[in-house]
């Protein structure tokens, strides 16, 4: 392949930010920091929070108005597209909105794959020796209940495609482990996504989410981040799409983040190439800290949320330069760093989250976000909606984000704690114990 003429950094950039969650409010608020943004559109449905930093797209961004989307486009001159959810880049957007003169940030549909596939995902694990939980994949109902029932060893089932993080079931007897094949296969409690299982051996541990940027040939890590999945504190209850983060983590030392960049980056990415495909975008593994060393949980194609909350509260540089130039292929030239302060998120959710969740009530204590960012942190809104009064109402499970940065990560987990309890509606709850377990060994020493 004969690689185009690099082309010059614009000095004004026209973006579409296609996403309405908590992640892409925290992009959306640090690339309005950027001083080669020109005009920011977000989605015609975009929360409150994103459509106090954008515009509106006017154009409805289904593949059968492409015709329509191509020529407001031109209109609009965007200049650059970045997609924050996986589920567009698993139905191919990357590769309907590219253009020679307007680069997407996001994996074609052929990588992104690598999430939206979990057993193409554990067969390219196989394949180029990533270290990763020992599994099999079913299409079966009955060989997959057979499987189970054999078993005496805790797993883990995972409904095949997409679930938004609701798809993994960690099973500690063999009645559990049926259930949750049951609910995937024959209940369809996950739609398509669980018509294919992969079952796993359950790995012991702490978890690690390490993203970086790649594009298709420079792999760059950004610095760790532990989520906490689990909806109650002491890590208990079932799995939702994450309750808070850190970052970083001392979890994962140099040495150590060499050895990911190693063993787990470098053969996906080189995978991924063999069979033809260049990986372009941001690369997530979620890791489990095992005995034998680190191994992969899971792949995604986006960055994570809540894990973008707290990487951009910390992001030094420009960040549309930086995706603009991933995108390009040209990664190797990004200057961006870190702030050395560490940083914390707490997802404040609405009752029922994650079986189901409470919507349309009132929110008081959302506050504009506007950059630098200050001392009391910022409130960055996932489920939220208007009414036409103006006032902001819930709209989802986990609402909005109270992050903070501090001190140290005692102080940066109190102050996010504290600003999540100032959001405040009709059965908010969040977990008071983000970051308890560093903090636990911290004091023990361990």
């Not at 690369?283 to 489990?288: E, I, V």
């Not at 990664?331 to 961006?336: C, G, I, N, P, V």
């Not at 404040?348 to 969740?357: D, E, F, K, L, T």
């Amino acid at each position: 392949m004969t690689d185009a003429p690099a082309q010059p950094i614009p000095e004004r950039l026209n973006v579409l930010l296609i996403g309405s969650g908590g992640r892409e409010h925290a992009l959306a608020w640090r690339l309005s920091q950027s001083p080669r943004l020109g005009k920011l559109f977000v989605e015609p449905n975009a929360h409150p929070g994103l459509l106090a930093l954008g515009t509106p797209c006017p154009e409805d961004l289904g593949p059968r108005k492409m015709f329509q989307l191509e020529r407001w486009f031109e209109r609009a001159e965007i200049g650059f597209v970045i997609v924050g959810p996986e589920v567009p880049l698993a139905e191919g957007i990357a590769d309907r909105l590219a253009a020679p003169h307007r680069p997407v940030f996001g994996p074609v549909k052929a990588a992104a794959r690598i999430e939206s596939d979990k057993a193409f995902s554990k067969t390219l694990m196989r394949q180029t020796s990533i270290p990763t939980a020992e599994g099999r994949t079913f299409t079966s109902l009955d060989a997959a209940l057979a499987y189970v029932t054999e078993r005496d060893e805790p797993c883990v089932v995972k409904a095949a495609g997409l679930c938004a993080g609701k798809g993994v079931s960690v099973c500690a007897t063999r009645a559990q482990a049926i259930a949750a094949v049951r609910a995937c296969m024959e209940d369809k409690q996950f739609g398509d996504a669980g018509q294919t299982v992969v079952i796993e051996e359950r790995l012991e541990g702490q978890e690690v989410s390490v993203l970086a940027l790649v594009d298709g040939r420079t792999i760059t890590l950004l610095d760790t981040v532990q989520d906490h999945k689990q909806v109650g504190e002491g890590d208990k209850g079932p799995n939702t799409g994450g309750m808070g983060t850190i970052c970083p983590t001392p979890l994962l030392g140099d040495e150590e983040l060499k050895a990911v960049a190693r063993n787990v980056f470098v053969p996906a990415v080189d995978g991924l190439r063999r069979q033809g495909v260049e990986y372009r975008g941001v690369l997530f593994a979620g890791l489990m800290l095992t005995p034998a060393g680190p191994k992969v949980l899971e792949f995604n194609c986006r960055f994570g949320d809540p894990e973008t909350q707290v990487l951009m509260a910390r992001f030094q540089g420009d960040l549309l330069e930086t995706l603009w130039l991933t995108a390009q292929g040209r990664l190797a030239e990004a200057q961006f760093s870190f702030d050395p302060r560490p940083a914390c998120c707490v997802v404040v959710c609405s009752a029922g989250y994650p079986a189901s969740a409470s919507k349309g009530d009132p929110i008081e204590g959302l506050t504009a976000v506007l950059p630098p960012l200050a001392d009391r942190g910022v409130v960055f809104q996932a489920g939220t909606q208007a009414n036409k009064l103006g006032q902001i109402l819930t709209a989802g499970g986990r609402v909005a984000g109270a992050t903070c940065l501090g001190d140290d990560l005692a102080d940066a987990c109190a102050k996010a704690t504290a600003l999540a309890e100032s959001v405040r509606f009709q059965g908010a709850f969040f977990r008071r114990d983000i970051g308890s377990r560093l903090l636990r060994n911290a004091v023990s020493g361990g």
